[in-house]
């Protein structure tokens, strides 16, 4: 149940930011487990150069990310089934800010 959850909130939170950022081309996943493929706005090609720039911020400002992929262009969430709401809610802040310093 934790993990649907806190898998509902990145869903929304992520699609959300879909909608805002064009680099975002894809929001998977299931449960607790969730990833966002970057890509090239307006086409399907692989940004790889977004995901190191995102992940460098986020590592920055102290947010966890994982990165994963063939073409090295997706960004992992693996967050604990103890997190609290607050905190994945403040992570997933710092990832919005990392999206528009872009």
Known sequence: D???????ILFETLNGLKAKYPVIGDVRGR??????EL??????????????????????HGLL????????????????????DELLVDALGVLDQAFAAL
Do not use: Q, W
């Not at 449960?31 to 966002?36: F, H, L, P, S």
């Open 39 to 60: 890509v090239k706005p307006g086409t399907k090609d692989p940004n790889p150069e977004a995901m190191a720039k995102v992940v460098k911020y986020c590592h920055s």
């Open 65 to 84: 990310v994982l990165t994963a992929g063939t073409y090295a262009n997706v960004i992992r969430f693996l967050p604990p089934l103890v997190i609290s």
């Open 2 to 8: 934790r993990a649907a959850h806190i898998g509902s």
């Open 31 to 36: 449960g607790a487990m969730v990833a966002i």
